[in-house]
């Protein structure tokens, strides 16, 4: 399961930076979102139920683009962890991480935007 994060998850503070702004600071925001993409990875780690552990050691992240991130998982079941199923409690690591880089996204663009 792929969580492809933009910086359009985070509108509180999309919606206070201009154009200048984006042109001005190209790597602090690039940067403020490597960090949030990191904070969101070993959150999700650990959050993640670990049962054999092969869904927790599949985590990974990167960098797509200046604006974009990716974290994901490497295994078919990650979803239904994610999500729940009839089968499978629901156990959510992705969202909860993603929550926690949020924040530090935010954190970060303050520092930028002073």
């Not at 042109?23 to 949030?36: C, D, Q, V, W």
């Not at 629901?90 to 924040?103: A, M, S, T, V």
């Amino acid at each position: 399961m792929k969580l492809k994060v933009q910086l359009i998850g985070t509108a509180n503070v999309l919606a206070n930076i201009t154009t200048w702004q984006k042109i001005r600071f190209p790597k602090e925001i690039r940067n403020a979102l490597n960090l949030a993409r990191l904070e969101t990875e070993n959150a999700a780690i650990r959050f993640c139920p670990k049962d054999t552990g092969a869904l927790k050691a599949s985590i990974w992240s990167k960098m797509e683009s200046d604006t974009e991130a990716i974290i994901s998982d490497g295994v078919y079941y990650g979803f239904f962890v994610e999500k729940g199923h009839q089968d499978v409690a629901l156990q959510p690591f992705l969202i909860p991480g993603f929550e926690i880089g949020k924040k530090k996204f935010e954190e970060e663009m303050k520092k930028v935007l002073k």
